[in-house]
Protein backbone atom coordinates (compact mmCIF):
# COMPACT_ATOMS: atom_id res chain seq x y z
CA UNK A 1 0.00 0.00 0.00
CA UNK A 2 0.84 3.91 -0.25
CA UNK A 3 0.78 5.32 3.47
CA UNK A 4 1.97 7.99 4.97
CA UNK A 5 2.86 8.76 8.52
CA UNK A 6 2.30 11.96 10.36
CA UNK A 7 3.90 12.98 12.98
CA UNK A 8 7.94 11.69 13.01
CA UNK A 9 8.73 11.70 16.79
CA UNK A 10 9.36 8.53 18.69
CA UNK A 11 6.07 7.27 17.42
CA UNK A 12 6.19 8.05 13.82
CA UNK A 13 9.85 7.50 12.74
CA UNK A 14 9.64 3.77 13.88
CA UNK A 15 6.60 3.55 12.37
CA UNK A 16 6.99 4.33 9.17
CA UNK A 17 10.35 2.95 9.18
CA UNK A 18 8.23 -0.31 10.07
CA UNK A 19 5.85 0.04 7.61
CA UNK A 20 8.67 0.05 4.81
CA UNK A 21 10.46 -2.39 6.24
CA UNK A 22 7.07 -4.93 5.88
CA UNK A 23 6.79 -3.73 2.19
CA UNK A 24 5.13 -0.63 1.80
CA UNK A 25 5.56 2.47 0.49
CA UNK A 26 6.10 5.27 2.84
CA UNK A 27 5.71 8.99 3.09
CA UNK A 28 6.43 10.67 6.62
CA UNK A 29 5.43 14.25 7.36
CA UNK A 30 6.55 16.37 9.93
CA UNK A 31 6.34 20.72 10.32
CA UNK A 32 9.96 20.74 11.19
CA UNK A 33 12.17 21.28 7.76
CA UNK A 34 15.39 20.46 9.56
CA UNK A 35 13.85 17.26 11.00
CA UNK A 36 12.60 16.42 7.72
CA UNK A 37 16.53 16.73 5.86
CA UNK A 38 17.78 15.11 8.42
CA UNK A 39 15.38 12.01 7.59
CA UNK A 40 15.77 12.25 4.79
CA UNK A 41 19.10 11.75 4.60
CA UNK A 42 18.70 8.74 6.79
CA UNK A 43 19.95 10.63 9.85
CA UNK A 44 18.06 9.34 12.60
CA UNK A 45 17.26 12.05 15.67
CA UNK A 46 16.05 9.20 18.26
CA UNK A 47 18.18 6.19 19.84
CA UNK A 48 16.28 3.29 19.28
CA UNK A 49 18.10 -0.22 19.06
CA UNK A 50 17.87 -0.57 15.23
CA UNK A 51 16.45 2.27 14.09
CA UNK A 52 19.86 4.02 11.60
CA UNK A 53 19.66 0.96 10.07
CA UNK A 54 16.24 0.33 9.23
CA UNK A 55 15.85 4.12 8.52
CA UNK A 56 18.98 4.44 6.18
CA UNK A 57 17.88 1.43 4.21
CA UNK A 58 14.96 2.57 3.40
CA UNK A 59 15.48 6.01 2.40
CA UNK A 60 18.11 4.68 0.26
CA UNK A 61 15.75 2.38 -1.52
CA UNK A 62 13.12 5.00 -2.43
CA UNK A 63 10.91 3.16 -0.13
CA UNK A 64 10.71 5.99 2.74
CA UNK A 65 10.71 9.90 2.27
CA UNK A 66 9.34 12.54 4.22
CA UNK A 67 7.83 15.80 4.06
CA UNK A 68 6.70 18.48 5.39
CA UNK A 69 3.37 18.85 2.58
CA UNK A 70 0.07 17.50 4.11
CA UNK A 71 -0.82 17.72 0.71
CA UNK A 72 1.96 15.92 -0.45
CA UNK A 73 1.05 13.04 1.57
CA UNK A 74 -2.76 13.09 0.82
CA UNK A 75 -2.00 12.98 -2.57
CA UNK A 76 0.48 10.03 -2.46
CA UNK A 77 -1.36 8.01 -0.02
CA UNK A 78 -4.63 6.05 0.76
CA UNK A 79 -4.13 5.38 4.03
CA UNK A 80 -2.86 8.19 6.67
CA UNK A 81 -1.66 7.25 10.29
CA UNK A 82 -1.56 9.58 12.96
CA UNK A 83 1.65 9.78 14.89
CA UNK A 84 1.57 13.02 16.57
CA UNK A 85 2.01 13.77 20.17
CA UNK A 86 -0.46 13.94 22.74
CA UNK A 87 1.07 15.99 25.88
CA UNK A 88 -0.73 16.47 28.84
CA UNK A 89 -3.25 19.45 28.81
CA UNK A 90 -2.53 22.70 30.57
CA UNK A 91 -4.80 21.13 33.75
CA UNK A 92 -2.02 18.44 34.19
CA UNK A 93 -4.21 15.56 34.10
CA UNK A 94 -5.80 14.99 30.51
CA UNK A 95 -4.71 14.26 26.82
CA UNK A 96 -3.85 17.80 24.76
CA UNK A 97 -5.07 16.72 21.37
CA UNK A 98 -4.49 19.79 19.81
CA UNK A 99 -1.97 18.22 17.59
CA UNK A 100 -3.94 15.38 16.48
CA UNK A 101 -7.11 17.80 15.30
CA UNK A 102 -4.74 19.95 13.65
CA UNK A 103 -2.98 17.07 11.93
CA UNK A 104 -6.29 16.40 10.62
CA UNK A 105 -7.34 19.86 9.45
CA UNK A 106 -4.13 20.17 7.82
CA UNK A 107 -4.67 16.67 5.93
CA UNK A 108 -8.73 16.60 5.57
CA UNK A 109 -9.08 19.24 2.67
CA UNK A 110 -6.55 17.37 0.04
CA UNK A 111 -8.74 14.07 0.63
CA UNK A 112 -10.31 13.55 -2.75
CA UNK A 113 -11.53 10.28 -2.81
CA UNK A 114 -11.64 7.02 -0.25
CA UNK A 115 -9.14 6.75 2.57
CA UNK A 116 -8.72 5.36 5.51
CA UNK A 117 -6.97 7.82 8.43
CA UNK A 118 -5.41 5.54 11.58
CA UNK A 119 -4.52 7.20 14.55
CA UNK A 120 -2.09 5.46 16.69
CA UNK A 121 -1.58 8.57 19.10
CA UNK A 122 -3.03 8.11 22.89
CA UNK A 123 -6.18 9.76 23.86
CA UNK A 124 -9.22 10.13 25.63
CA UNK A 125 -12.54 8.55 24.64
CA UNK A 126 -14.95 9.73 22.05
CA UNK A 127 -12.22 11.39 20.26
CA UNK A 128 -12.30 8.93 17.30
CA UNK A 129 -15.99 10.00 16.62
CA UNK A 130 -15.19 13.89 16.72
CA UNK A 131 -12.23 13.44 14.46
CA UNK A 132 -14.54 11.08 11.72
CA UNK A 133 -17.07 13.91 12.06
CA UNK A 134 -13.87 17.11 11.49
CA UNK A 135 -12.47 14.96 8.92
CA UNK A 136 -15.37 14.08 6.92
CA UNK A 137 -16.90 18.04 6.89
CA UNK A 138 -13.53 19.24 6.04
CA UNK A 139 -12.47 16.50 3.07
CA UNK A 140 -13.79 16.59 -0.28
CA UNK A 141 -14.48 12.77 -0.04
CA UNK A 142 -16.65 12.83 2.45
CA UNK A 143 -18.03 10.15 4.14
CA UNK A 144 -15.51 8.03 2.13
CA UNK A 145 -12.78 8.97 4.43
CA UNK A 146 -12.90 6.41 7.72
CA UNK A 147 -11.27 6.90 10.69
CA UNK A 148 -9.77 4.13 12.72
CA UNK A 149 -7.67 4.44 16.62
CA UNK A 150 -5.26 1.91 16.45
CA UNK A 151 -3.42 2.42 19.90
CA UNK A 152 0.47 1.41 19.74
CA UNK A 153 1.47 -0.59 22.53
CA UNK A 154 5.50 -0.02 21.88
CA UNK A 155 8.29 0.18 24.67
CA UNK A 156 10.67 2.69 24.25
CA UNK A 157 13.80 1.19 23.69
CA UNK A 158 11.76 -1.80 21.80
CA UNK A 159 10.02 0.60 19.74
CA UNK A 160 11.59 -1.29 15.73
CA UNK A 161 10.98 -4.73 17.35
CA UNK A 162 7.03 -3.79 18.73
CA UNK A 163 6.53 -2.23 15.25
CA UNK A 164 7.91 -5.20 13.42
CA UNK A 165 6.78 -7.81 15.94
CA UNK A 166 3.84 -6.70 18.31
CA UNK A 167 2.16 -9.04 20.84
CA UNK A 168 -1.26 -7.54 19.33
CA UNK A 169 -3.20 -5.27 17.39
CA UNK A 170 -5.93 -3.13 18.11
CA UNK A 171 -8.57 -1.78 15.99
CA UNK A 172 -11.46 0.26 17.04
CA UNK A 173 -13.97 1.00 13.60
CA UNK A 174 -17.51 1.68 12.61
CA UNK A 175 -17.13 0.51 8.89
CA UNK A 176 -16.26 -2.65 6.62
CA UNK A 177 -13.96 -0.83 4.40
CA UNK A 178 -12.19 0.51 7.68
CA UNK A 179 -11.50 -3.03 8.55
CA UNK A 180 -11.01 -4.05 4.88
CA UNK A 181 -7.90 -1.48 5.33
CA UNK A 182 -6.59 -2.30 8.40
CA UNK A 183 -6.37 -5.91 7.69
CA UNK A 184 -4.89 -4.82 4.34
CA UNK A 185 -1.88 -3.09 5.98
CA UNK A 186 -0.93 -5.19 8.63
CA UNK A 187 -1.44 -8.08 6.11
CA UNK A 188 2.23 -9.11 6.93
CA UNK A 189 1.78 -9.13 10.69
CA UNK A 190 -1.40 -11.24 10.87
CA UNK A 191 0.02 -13.76 8.51
CA UNK A 192 2.94 -14.09 10.78
CA UNK A 193 -0.20 -14.87 13.80
CA UNK A 194 -0.22 -11.72 15.40
CA UNK A 195 -3.21 -11.29 16.72
CA UNK A 196 -6.02 -8.05 15.69
CA UNK A 197 -8.97 -7.24 18.10
CA UNK A 198 -11.47 -5.46 15.45
CA UNK A 199 -13.64 -3.49 18.57
CA UNK A 200 -15.15 -0.40 19.15
CA UNK A 201 -13.76 3.05 19.13
CA UNK A 202 -13.92 3.72 22.51
CA UNK A 203 -12.37 0.22 23.75
CA UNK A 204 -9.26 0.71 21.75
CA UNK A 205 -9.10 4.28 22.88
CA UNK A 206 -8.98 3.19 26.26
CA UNK A 207 -6.39 0.31 25.77
CA UNK A 208 -3.56 1.96 25.48
CA UNK A 209 -4.29 4.05 28.65
CA UNK A 210 -5.17 0.95 30.89
CA UNK A 211 -2.27 -0.94 30.30
CA UNK A 212 -0.05 1.73 30.69
CA UNK A 213 -1.63 2.27 33.80
CA UNK A 214 -1.82 -1.14 34.67
CA UNK A 215 1.64 -1.19 34.56
CA UNK A 216 1.98 2.00 36.53
CA UNK A 217 0.08 0.25 39.48
CA UNK A 218 2.49 -2.55 39.08
CA UNK A 219 5.56 -0.83 39.83
CA UNK A 220 4.24 1.38 42.12
CA UNK A 221 2.44 -1.24 44.38
CA UNK A 222 6.44 -3.07 44.22
CA UNK A 223 7.90 0.34 45.26
CA UNK A 224 5.38 0.73 48.19
CA UNK A 225 6.63 -3.43 49.14
CA UNK A 226 10.35 -2.13 48.66
CA UNK A 227 9.31 1.13 51.32
CA UNK A 228 8.12 -1.78 53.87
CA UNK A 229 11.12 -3.87 53.34
CA UNK A 230 13.33 -1.27 54.04
CA UNK A 231 11.73 -0.86 57.26
CA UNK A 232 11.64 -3.99 58.32
CA UNK A 233 15.14 -5.07 57.27
CA UNK A 234 13.35 -7.06 54.65
CA UNK A 235 15.11 -7.97 51.08
CA UNK A 236 12.44 -7.16 48.21
CA UNK A 237 14.98 -8.77 45.71
CA UNK A 238 13.60 -12.16 47.56
CA UNK A 239 9.90 -10.94 48.12
CA UNK A 240 9.52 -10.01 44.22
CA UNK A 241 11.00 -13.71 43.39
CA UNK A 242 8.57 -15.43 46.12
CA UNK A 243 5.52 -12.91 44.15
CA UNK A 244 6.60 -13.53 40.89
CA UNK A 245 6.78 -17.36 40.85
CA UNK A 246 2.85 -16.79 41.03
CA UNK A 247 1.43 -16.84 37.30
CA UNK A 248 -1.08 -14.95 38.24
CA UNK A 249 1.18 -12.09 39.32
CA UNK A 250 4.18 -12.72 36.98
CA UNK A 251 8.09 -11.31 37.70
CA UNK A 252 7.93 -8.41 34.64
CA UNK A 253 8.14 -4.63 35.86
CA UNK A 254 8.39 -6.02 39.08
CA UNK A 255 11.51 -4.45 39.81
CA UNK A 256 12.08 -2.13 42.75
CA UNK A 257 13.76 1.51 41.95
CA UNK A 258 12.95 5.17 41.70
CA UNK A 259 9.89 5.05 39.37
CA UNK A 260 8.90 4.90 36.37
CA UNK A 261 8.95 8.15 33.66
CA UNK A 262 9.07 8.54 30.03
CA UNK A 263 6.66 10.28 27.59
CA UNK A 264 3.89 7.52 28.47
CA UNK A 265 3.50 6.48 31.46
CA UNK A 266 3.14 9.27 33.42
CA UNK A 267 0.84 11.10 31.62
CA UNK A 268 -1.47 7.96 30.97
CA UNK A 269 -1.54 7.52 34.23
CA UNK A 270 -2.93 10.81 35.24
CA UNK A 271 -4.72 11.04 32.20
CA UNK A 272 -6.73 7.57 33.01
CA UNK A 273 -7.46 8.92 36.44
CA UNK A 274 -8.70 11.14 34.81
CA UNK A 275 -10.83 9.46 32.74
CA UNK A 276 -12.05 7.47 35.67
CA UNK A 277 -13.30 10.24 37.31
CA UNK A 278 -14.84 12.44 34.54
CA UNK A 279 -17.29 8.77 33.82
CA UNK A 280 -17.52 9.27 37.55
CA UNK A 281 -15.39 5.88 38.97
CA UNK A 282 -14.30 7.54 41.94
CA UNK A 283 -13.01 4.49 43.68
CA UNK A 284 -11.26 3.94 40.34
CA UNK A 285 -9.58 7.41 40.32
CA UNK A 286 -8.50 6.96 43.86
CA UNK A 287 -6.91 3.85 43.24
CA UNK A 288 -4.98 5.23 40.45
CA UNK A 289 -3.91 7.93 42.28
CA UNK A 290 -2.71 6.43 44.75
CA UNK A 291 0.14 4.57 42.43
CA UNK A 292 0.39 8.32 40.95
CA UNK A 293 1.31 9.49 43.93
CA UNK A 294 3.81 6.71 45.26
CA UNK A 295 5.61 7.30 41.91
CA UNK A 296 6.19 10.66 43.41
CA UNK A 297 7.14 10.36 46.26
CA UNK A 298 10.62 8.02 44.94
CA UNK A 299 13.02 10.84 44.08
CA UNK A 300 12.70 11.78 47.80
CA UNK A 301 13.31 8.24 48.86
CA UNK A 302 16.00 7.77 46.69
CA UNK A 303 17.36 11.27 48.46
CA UNK A 304 16.96 9.08 51.60
CA UNK A 305 19.44 6.37 50.92
CA UNK A 306 22.03 8.83 49.38
CA UNK A 307 22.48 10.34 52.63
CA UNK A 308 22.31 7.19 54.66
CA UNK A 309 25.11 6.20 52.47
CA UNK A 310 27.53 9.16 52.40
CA UNK A 311 26.55 8.82 56.77
CA UNK A 312 26.55 12.64 56.25
CA UNK A 313 24.34 15.79 54.51
CA UNK A 314 24.15 16.24 51.23
CA UNK A 315 25.27 19.77 51.23
CA UNK A 316 29.21 19.28 49.55
CA UNK A 317 28.81 16.13 48.54
CA UNK A 318 30.62 15.12 45.03
CA UNK A 319 28.68 12.46 43.41
CA UNK A 320 28.70 10.54 40.58
CA UNK A 321 24.97 9.73 39.02
CA UNK A 322 25.18 6.72 36.69
CA UNK A 323 21.93 7.09 34.20
CA UNK A 324 19.95 9.86 32.76
CA UNK A 325 17.43 8.63 30.41
CA UNK A 326 13.99 7.17 32.18
CA UNK A 327 14.98 3.89 30.73
CA UNK A 328 17.91 1.56 29.51
CA UNK A 329 17.69 1.60 25.71
CA UNK A 330 16.48 5.08 24.97
CA UNK A 331 17.78 8.79 24.70
CA UNK A 332 14.60 9.76 25.98
CA UNK A 333 14.65 12.33 29.21
CA UNK A 334 10.80 13.11 29.51
CA UNK A 335 9.97 13.20 33.16
CA UNK A 336 13.35 10.83 33.81
CA UNK A 337 13.30 9.89 37.38
CA UNK A 338 17.26 9.66 36.98
CA UNK A 339 17.85 13.16 35.93
CA UNK A 340 15.28 14.42 38.16
CA UNK A 341 17.39 12.84 41.06
CA UNK A 342 20.50 14.59 39.55
CA UNK A 343 18.48 17.92 39.86
CA UNK A 344 17.34 16.88 43.22
CA UNK A 345 20.26 16.10 44.65
CA UNK A 346 22.52 18.99 43.26
CA UNK A 347 19.24 21.53 44.79
CA UNK A 348 20.02 19.76 47.85
CA UNK A 349 23.70 21.09 47.50
CA UNK A 350 25.45 18.28 46.34
CA UNK A 351 28.21 18.58 43.09
CA UNK A 352 26.94 16.18 40.55
CA UNK A 353 28.80 14.57 37.32
CA UNK A 354 25.95 12.92 35.15
CA UNK A 355 26.61 9.63 32.75
CA UNK A 356 24.40 8.04 30.48
CA UNK A 357 25.80 6.25 27.57
CA UNK A 358 23.56 7.27 25.35
CA UNK A 359 21.07 10.09 26.56
CA UNK A 360 23.71 12.64 27.69
CA UNK A 361 23.11 15.11 24.57
CA UNK A 362 19.71 15.00 25.44
CA UNK A 363 19.87 15.54 29.49
CA UNK A 364 22.52 18.58 28.51
CA UNK A 365 19.04 20.16 26.94
CA UNK A 366 16.97 19.38 29.42
CA UNK A 367 19.49 19.96 32.16
CA UNK A 368 22.23 22.50 31.53
CA UNK A 369 23.04 23.27 35.08
CA UNK A 370 24.14 19.46 36.18
CA UNK A 371 27.92 18.72 35.00
CA UNK A 372 28.43 15.45 32.15
CA UNK A 373 30.97 13.22 31.31
CA UNK A 374 30.99 10.81 28.36
CA UNK A 375 34.01 8.47 29.72
CA UNK A 376 32.77 5.63 32.41
CA UNK A 377 35.68 5.44 34.23
CA UNK A 378 36.31 9.11 34.36
CA UNK A 379 33.12 9.97 36.10
CA UNK A 380 33.71 8.35 39.39
CA UNK A 381 37.15 10.54 40.00
CA UNK A 382 36.63 12.00 43.13
CA UNK A 383 32.96 10.98 43.83
CA UNK A 384 32.06 10.63 47.52
CA UNK A 385 29.47 7.86 45.99
CA UNK A 386 27.96 6.68 42.84
CA UNK A 387 24.44 6.29 42.69
CA UNK A 388 23.03 4.33 39.60
CA UNK A 389 20.01 5.55 38.79
CA UNK A 390 19.23 3.85 35.07
CA UNK A 391 19.65 0.12 34.84
CA UNK A 392 21.68 0.28 31.67
CA UNK A 393 23.75 -2.61 30.78
CA UNK A 394 27.20 -1.14 30.69
CA UNK A 395 26.86 -0.43 34.78
CA UNK A 396 25.81 -3.81 35.13
CA UNK A 397 28.89 -5.09 33.04
CA UNK A 398 31.27 -3.14 34.80
CA UNK A 399 34.28 -4.44 36.30
CA UNK A 400 33.75 -3.01 40.51
CA UNK A 401 37.48 -4.49 41.05
CA UNK A 402 38.95 -1.76 38.08
CA UNK A 403 36.82 1.24 39.08
CA UNK A 404 37.35 0.66 43.03
CA UNK A 405 40.37 3.04 43.34
CA UNK A 406 38.42 6.19 41.30
CA UNK A 407 35.99 7.20 43.80
CA UNK A 408 37.14 9.28 47.70
CA UNK A 409 35.11 5.82 48.68
CA UNK A 410 33.78 2.81 46.90
CA UNK A 411 30.24 3.57 48.34
CA UNK A 412 27.54 2.42 45.42
CA UNK A 413 23.84 3.30 45.69
CA UNK A 414 21.62 1.17 43.45
CA UNK A 415 18.44 3.43 42.95
CA UNK A 416 17.47 0.63 40.77
CA UNK A 417 18.24 -2.89 42.63
CA UNK A 418 19.69 -3.82 39.50
CA UNK A 419 23.58 -5.13 40.63
CA UNK A 420 25.10 -8.16 41.90
CA UNK A 421 25.18 -6.96 44.96
CA UNK A 422 27.68 -10.17 46.25
CA UNK A 423 30.04 -9.02 43.48
CA UNK A 424 30.20 -5.26 44.03
CA UNK A 425 31.37 -5.96 47.74
CA UNK A 426 33.88 -8.46 47.09
CA UNK A 427 35.70 -5.87 45.25
CA UNK A 428 35.45 -3.58 47.71
CA UNK A 429 32.58 -1.74 47.20
CA UNK A 430 29.84 -0.98 50.16
CA UNK A 431 26.51 -1.37 48.05
CA UNK A 432 23.32 0.26 49.06
CA UNK A 433 19.56 -0.95 47.19
CA UNK A 434 16.32 0.21 48.07
CA UNK A 435 14.20 -2.29 49.70
CA UNK A 436 17.41 -4.31 50.51
CA UNK A 437 19.81 -4.80 53.68
CA UNK A 438 23.31 -2.97 53.87
CA UNK A 439 25.49 -6.36 54.48
Given at each position: MRVSVIGCGHLGIPHAAAMAEIGHEVIGVDTDQAKVDSLNAGQCPIFEEGLPELLARHTASGRLRFTTSAQEAAEFAELHFLGVGTPIDADGRSYDTGQVFGAVRQLAPHLTGPCTIVGKSTVTAGTTSRLTELAQRLAPAGDRVDVVWNPEFLREGHAVEDSLRPDRLVAGLTTASAEKAVREVYAPLLADGVPLFVTSPETAELAKGAANTFLGLKISFVNAVADMCQAAGADVTELVEIL????????????????????????????????????????????????????????????????????????????????????????????????????????????VTVHDPQAT??????SPELEYTDDLHASLTGADAVVLATEWPEYRQADPAALASRPVRPVMVDCRTTLDADRWRTAGWTVHQIGRPTR
Open positions: GIDARIGRGSMSPGIGYGGGCLPKDVRAFTASARDLGAEAAARLLRAAEEINEARVPVALALVADALGRPLKGATLTVWGAAFKPGTNDVRESPALALAQALRKAGARATAMRR
